[in-house]
């Protein structure tokens, strides 16, 4: 039985996309499934769209995904293996050089628009004479195309959408070398597939229009053909393409906007993968167990927010506090300033994830709801500290009381806290907003927060006391 060989083939230039990566995600799962191999590809023959760190944006990416790789290669030092092949098919009278300037095709282009046809390359070198061919080569700048046949049809099969047709009218010569030695994808795609042993092709279905091109070379080539698996567009809410105008769409950002991998692992996997129509949450162990390509679906596939960060939530809830702990602290790192970081850091991390687990939807959420530890409350009026009072004697009364109890609580933990803190506002006949609400201004001064007794708790006995202290003195 034929080896499973899968690959995840990136161009480097930019950030990673969520559909580039729920393709990686695809690949990947199929390859541990089938006990197989996850090539990762880098395909930079683009050389004009490269960017300085895309590989390493790319390898970031799987990484943080947990998408480990088996042999990784590199397109741009294989080119000797493209020239080998595009001659071969030169002298196989199966592709030919075009010497057609740009201000010649641009000059077709036009007068093909004028004329209310469909612009594409005319074949004007298909016929020319090789040894011409080859005496210009040395002088002239030329791309090498590929002959593609001009009747009949082509037949391709896709594992999901079973056979198509493509008719051969509409197929144009296209260019497999470009005038700067680098092949176009067309090319090094079929190459590299064959040459690594590809069983499998899982790409996005943007690439579906291209695979008559792709299936007449193998068999210009005469060799056998991978299985096709074409994965369903990811689309926006408004069923309109994916794009930065609809929010984050690259992996680093939904990283930067603090969402944790097991969330985002399992949310893509749903997008065009279903194992039944009920079961949504997964372990990676479970998803690599159950994979199954045939599962994959023909339609689109939503990108929908409110699930993702439904997901997110849920699965900060269910991790252990020294996991979310773990994420606090590297997300925290990353997000902050140092001075405030190192602030953050003398503090429990695990004792703040069991904070703010139950009322975060991402790691943001987090750093949002622990801005208390490192922001010291300042106040502009004294309005503002006792906006919660009757006035402003109830206020400093509260405050010295809150102050009295807290200096008697030996055993300084939430528990302790909320009870000593209720008897206080049971004992100074006080409402919840009275005592609560003012402790969480002169605590916190944040509009959204944690439960002032968690707050209290996290800070300890001495910050507790210094901020509510500071507070009195400014009235």
Not at 220 to 249: C, N, Q, Y
């Amino acid at each position: 039985m034929k080896e499973t060989r899968v690959r995840y083939a990136p161009s480097p230039t930019g950030d990673p996309h969520v559909g580039n990566i729920r393709s990686a995600i695809f690949n990947w799962l199929f390859a541990r499934n089938q006990k197989g191999k996850f090539i990762l590809r880098i395909e930079d023959t683009d050389q004009a769209r490269m960017v300085d760190d895309g590989i390493q944006k790319q390898k970031d990416a799987l990484n943080w995904m947990g998408l480990n790789w088996d042999e990784v290669y590199i397109q741009s030092e294989r080119i000797e293996i493209y020239t080998k092949y595009a001659k071969k098919l030169i002298d196989e009278n199966k592709a030919y050089r075009c010497f057609a300037t740009q201000q010649e095709l641009d000059d077709l282009r036009n007068k093909q628009k004028a004329d209310g046809k469909i612009t594409r390359y005319d074949g004007r070198y298909r016929n020319y004479d090789l040894d011409i061919s080859q005496k210009r080569s040395k002088e002239d700048p030329f791309v090498i195309r590929f002959k593609s046949p001009q009747e009949g049809i082509t037949k391709c099969y896709d594992e999901i959408r079973g056979e198509i047709t493509f008719s051969n009218k509409e197929l144009d010569d296209f260019i497999i070398m470009k005038s700067d030695g680098f092949p176009t994808y067309h090319f090094a795609n079929v190459v590299d597939d064959h040459l690594m042993n590809i069983s499998h092709v899982m790409r996005a279905e943007e690439w579906l229009p291209s695979l008559p091109k792709h299936v007449n070379i193998y068999k210009s080539l005469d060799w056998e053909m991978p299985l096709f698996v074409h994965l369903p567009m990811i689309l926006a809410s408004d069923k309109t393409k994916l794009s930065k105008r609809h929010g984050a769409t690259s992996i680093q950002e939904f990283i930067n906007e603090g969402y944790i991998k097991p969330a985002m692992f399992n949310f893509l996997v749903l997008l065009g993968w279903a194992l039944d129509d009920k079961t949504e949450q997964f372990t990676i162990e479970e998803l690599i167990n159950v994979f199954n390509i045939k599962k994959i679906s023909k339609s689109p596939a939503i990108f929908n927010k409110q699930k993702l960060d439904w997901f997110n939530g849920k699965y900060i809830r269910e991790l252990k506090s020294d996991e979310i702990a773990t994420e606090l602290d590297l997300f925290f790192k990353n997000s902050m300033n140092i001075k405030n970081y190192n602030i953050i850091k003398k503090y429990n991390f695990v004792d703040i994830a069991n904070m703010i687990k139950e009322r975060s939807k991402t790691l943001k959420d987090s750093l949002m709801l622990s801005e208390f530890i490192y922001n010291i409350p300042s106040f502009e009026s004294k309005e503002e500290v006792y906006a919660m009072c009757d006035d402003i004697n109830q206020c400093k009364y509260i405050l010295k009381s809150a102050i009295d109890c807290l200096n008697k609580i030996d055993d300084f933990n939430i528990e302790t806290i909320q009870f000593e803190l209720k008897n206080l506002m049971e004992e100074l006949n006080l409402k919840p907003k009275n005592l609560l609400g003012t402790l969480r201004i002169v605590i916190t001064n944040q509009k959204i927060s944690p439960p002032v007794f968690d707050c209290i708790s996290i800070l300890g006995k001495k910050e507790s006391i210094n901020r509510i202290s500071s507070a009195l003195d400014f009235i």
